[in-house]
C-alpha cells in the first residue's frame, strides 16, 4: 500500500516571517518582533476557536490576531496598511528545501497533501503563489469539518480525505503541537526542526523522526 505524506503548510512549507520585510516597512526595528507576536498570537485565537467551538476560518484567527498585535505593540496602522499585511499572507514564500524536496518523494511515488488550519481555496492559492502546487495529490483543509489543529477530529478527517489508513500516513510538520496531535491519533510524524533554537514540548510525546528540512525526508522515512 502507498504511503501518505501530509504535509502542514504555514511554518513548514511556508515561510510566515517572510511579512517581516512588509512589516519593517510599516514600522522598522520591531518588525521581527512584531511577527513573531503575531504569528502567536494566530495560532493560540485558533486553538481557543477549536475549543469553544467558534469556529472562524484561520483568516480571521489571522485578522484578529495582526489586531491584538498592534496595540500590544502601540502601532498605528491605517486600514490599508493592515490589508496590505493581510494580503501578505496570500503570496508567501516557500522555504527554500521545498521545491526540490517534495520534487523526489513525488518522484519516489509517494502520495502527497497538504494538510492546513487553512481554508482549501486559501491553500490553493498559496501553493500555486509559492509554485508548487502541482506536487501534492491533493488539499486537505479543516474548514471542511470547521475546528482546527490539533483536534483529533481533524486528524480523523485527513484519513478519511486520503483514504489512507494510520498506520501508512505521515504527517510532516515544524509546529510541535501539530505533531504530538498526529500521534495521539496514532498518525506516525516527521518534526521539521528549522531552527537548532526551536523547541519541542516536553510532553513525554517525541516524533517518530526530527529533519532540519524536506530533503532529508525520503532517506529518514524509507521507500513508500
Same mark, same amino acid.
Given at each position: 500500500?502507498?504511503? *501518505?505524506?501530509?504535509?502542514?503548510?504555514?511554518?513548514?512549507?511556508?515561510? *510566515?516571517?517572510?511579512?517581516?520585510?512588509?512589516?519593517?516597512?510599516?514600522?522598522?526595528?520591531?518588525?521581527?518582533?512584531?511577527?513573531?507576536?503575531?504569528?502567536?498570537?494566530?495560532?493560540?485565537?485558533?486553538?481557543? =476557536?477549536?475549543?469553544?467551538?467558534?469556529?472562524?476560518?484561520?483568516?480571521?484567527?489571522?485578522?484578529?490576531?495582526?489586531?491584538?498585535?498592534?496595540?500590544?505593540?502601540?502601532?498605528?496602522?491605517?486600514?490599508?496598511?493592515?490589508?496590505?499585511?493581510?494580503?501578505?499572507?496570500? *503570496?508567501?514564500?516557500?522555504?527554500?528545501?521545498?521545491?526540490?524536496?517534495? =520534487?523526489?518523494?513525488?518522484?519516489?511515488?509517494?502520495?502527497?497533501?497538504?494538510?492546513?488550519?487553512?481554508?482549501?481555496?486559501?491553500?490553493?492559492?498559496?501553493?500555486?503563489?509559492?509554485?508548487?502546487?502541482?506536487?501534492?495529490?491533493?488539499?486537505?483543509?479543516?474548514?471542511?469539518?470547521?475546528?482546527?489543529?490539533?483536534?483529533?477530529?481533524?486528524?480523523?478527517?485527513?484519513?478519511?480525505? *486520503?483514504?489512507?489508513?494510520?498506520?501508512?500516513?505521515?504527517?510532516?510538520?515544524?509546529?510541535?503541537?501539530?505533531?504530538?496531535?498526529?500521534?495521539?491519533?496514532?498518525?506516525?510524524?516527521?518534526?521539521?526542526?528549522?531552527?537548532?533554537?526551536?523547541?519541542?514540548?516536553?510532553?513525554?510525546?517525541?516524533?517518530?523522526?526530527?529533519?532540519?528540512?524536506?530533503?532529508?525526508?525520503?532517506?529518514?522515512?524509507?521507500?513508500?
Amino acid at each position: 500500500m502507498s504511503v *501518505t505524506l501530509a504535509f502542514d503548510v504555514y511554518g513548514t512549507l511556508i515561510d *510566515t516571517h517572510a511579512v517581516v520585510s512588509k512589516l519593517e516597512e510599516l514600522i522598522g526595528d520591531k518588525a521581527a518582533e512584531f511577527s513573531q507576536t503575531w504569528r502567536d498570537k494566530q495560532l493560540e485565537y485558533s486553538f481557543r =476557536r477549536g475549543l469553544m467551538r467558534q469556529y472562524q476560518t484561520f483568516a480571521i484567527c489571522t485578522m484578529h490576531a495582526l489586531e491584538y498585535t498592534c496595540s500590544y505593540y502601540k502601532v498605528s496602522l491605517a486600514p490599508e496598511q493592515k490589508d496590505q499585511l493581510l494580503n501578505c499572507y496570500k *503570496t508567501l514564500a516557500a522555504f527554500k528545501d521545498v521545491k526540490d524536496g517534495l =520534487r523526489r518523494l513525488k518522484v519516489a511515488n509517494y502520495k502527497l497533501y497538504a494538510f492546513s488550519n487553512g481554508t482549501a481555496e486559501a491553500v490553493e492559492n498559496l501553493l500555486e503563489a509559492a509554485g508548487i502546487r502541482d506536487l501534492f495529490d491533493g488539499v486537505v483543509s479543516v474548514d471542511d469539518i470547521k475546528t482546527f489543529k490539533p483536534d483529533p477530529a481533524v486528524y480523523s478527517h485527513l484519513l478519511h480525505k *486520503t483514504a489512507a489508513l494510520a498506520s501508512n500516513t505521515w504527517l510532516i510538520s515544524s509546529n510541535p503541537f501539530d505533531v504530538i496531535g498526529a500521534i495521539s491519533c496514532g498518525i506516525r510524524a516527521a518534526w521539521v526542526q528549522r531552527s537548532k533554537d526551536a523547541i519541542f514540548d516536553p510532553w513525554g510525546v517525541e516524533p517518530t523522526i526530527v529533519v532540519d528540512s524536506l530533503e532529508q525526508l525520503q532517506q529518514k522515512i524509507g521507500e513508500p
